[in-house]
């Protein structure tokens, strides 16, 4: 007789009955966790002091996750989320807590983590005032997705779902800039109104000091009346508008500016910062589409100044700036008259920030390209440093912190996107002699879970 294979069912995939938890704190994700049959589930959406009804959607043997089916006793913390958006857009996923009690979830879960994974570093005296600013429209760049349906001839624009590739059209984003804001839905039905609206992709959105730009995706050729048309909205919005090709080159539609030479010219956006001992003068960063900038201009402003503050630089040492990006943190940094020397592991940010060390008249910076998870051995910027700033992506900066001993600088300054990966790396400086003499968060994503830290470490003379 035979025999057919039937898979058995996925226990761990399996829908629960409706369960009534109460929340006792949110994790360093900003989701609520509560206690079951011995596990901790983890409840997006929930806050402390809650008692809510959910439904487990996954178990593992430590945890279990769980999805909010009704709150049946809010918090007095929990607040109605300013965006119609907010349920099905994956930007933003701490709108239903207070301004007030997110920080200091995102302080306390910084040190929770340090003093986790980074061997009980953090005392209450070295724990700095958190930077903070405005809670709403604070980002100044954005990039939108786009979705052509060829059965209802329709370009939706807006972001990404929460967990998935599908975009929620959206006409209005509450922490983007209200500017940008208010670009969103014109834009919208300004690229339906395209011929060749199915060619494009994303729509990249920045609000510079000299005004607003777009960068536009295109993955073909417009034709001459869609580039017309595009090109009258530019105007009519007063936006330096430029369209990208799949070279990465940029053509600009608005405002048309030619060289002396007769060729196109583009006009980069760009932020200024405070000059290091001289607050009356500023640096100008300029940077390109696809350059990583921070999104929240103050508070990045306060961040390099705090960070240059804490590194203290005199103008007879070698400061290094690692991962230093088109020189946010270089450039003022240099004005100290400190020799300062950035490296950074994308090319065209390399070029960029050469490119703004000219444009500031700073002749005791320079900048290099180097694979910084890789061999540095051979790296003629390599050697004694000091002082050093780190501003590394979320994977930290572990492999580059194995060059302590060679650079072996007084002061480190490090700034992160990711406590996880501050706390594992602190580790590696407490190893190599080093103590924590600073930490404190950085606000710059308010109303999200994510944290900016920054921390500074000293070379123990003793």
């Not at 005032?129 to 954005?142: L, M």
């Not at 039905?189 to 992709?201: E, P, R």
């Not at 912190?401 to 072996?408: S, T």
């Not at 300054?413 to 930490?439: E, T, W």
Request: charge should be neutral; glycine fraction near 4%.
């Amino acid at each position: 007789m035979a025999q057919f294979f039937k898979a058995k069912p996925n226990k761990s995939k399996q829908l629960s009955s409706k369960l009534s938890l109460e929340i006792t704190q949110l994790d360093h994700l900003g989701a609520g966790m509560a206690q079951y049959q011995g596990k901790v589930v983890f409840v997006a959406g929930g806050l402390p002091d809650e008692k809510v009804t959910v439904q487990l959607t996954e178990q593992k043997k430590n945890y279990a996750k769980a999805k909010l089916i009704k709150i049946d006793q809010a918090s007095a913390q929990r607040r109605e989320p300013n965006c119609p958006h907010y349920v099905e857009c994956g930007g933003c996923d701490l709108q239903h807590l207070d301004v007030a009690a997110q920080r200091e979830h995102k302080q306390n879960a910084l040190i929770d983590l340090m003093s986790k994974l980074g061997r009980d570093l953090v005392a209450d005296e070295i724990v700095a005032p958190a930077i903070t600013g405005e809670a709403w429209h604070y980002r100044r760049r954005a990039r939108l997705a786009t979705v052509f349906d060829k059965n209802t001839n329709h370009l939706q624009l807006g972001f990404r779902q929460t967990a998935s590739s599908k975009i929620v059209s959206i006409t209005q984003c509450n922490v983007l800039a209200k500017p940008l804001s208010d670009l969103i839905t014109p834009f919208a039905a300004n690229l339906n109104q395209l011929k060749s609206k199915s060619n494009l992709g994303h729509l990249e959105l920045s609000q510079a000091e000299n005004g607003l730009f777009a960068v536009l995706r295109v993955t073909k050729i417009l034709p001459a009346s869609d580039i017309r048309w595009l090109t009258e909205f530019a105007a009519t919005h007063d936006i330096c508008l430029l369209l990208q090709d799949n070279d990465n080159q940029l053509t600009q539609l608005h405002p048309q500016l030619l060289t002396e030479a007769g060729k196109q010219k583009v006009t980069l956006p760009f932020y200024s910062l405070a000059a290091e001992n001289h607050p009356q003068q500023t640096v100008r960063c300029e940077f390109t589409p696809g350059n990583f900038v921070q999104v929240n201009g103050p508070i990045n402003h306060d961040m390099v100044t705090q960070a240059v503050s804490w590194l203290d630089p005199q103008a007879d040492e070698r400061v290094l700036d690692l991962f230093c990006g088109v020189g946010n943190f270089s450039l003022p940094l240099a004005s100290s008259a400190a020799k300062v020397i950035g490296v950074e592991g994308v090319p065209d940010m390399v070029q960029q920030a050469k490119n703004n060390a000219a444009l500031n008249q700073l002749d005791n910076l320079s900048f290099h390209h180097a694979d910084l998870s890789a061999d540095l051995t051979h790296e003629k910027w390599l050697g004694k440093i000091d002082k050093l700033l780190l501003d590394p992506a979320r994977a930290g900066a572990f492999e580059s912190l194995q060059w302590l001993k060679k650079m072996r600088p007084k002061k480190v300054v490090y700034v992160s996107c990711n406590p996880a990966s501050l706390a594992r790396d602190s580790k590696v400086l407490i190893d190599q002699g080093y103590q924590l003499s600073k930490i404190g968060m950085v606000d710059m994503f308010p109303q999200t879970h994510h944290i900016e830290a920054m921390a500074l470490f000293e070379l123990n003379v003793s």
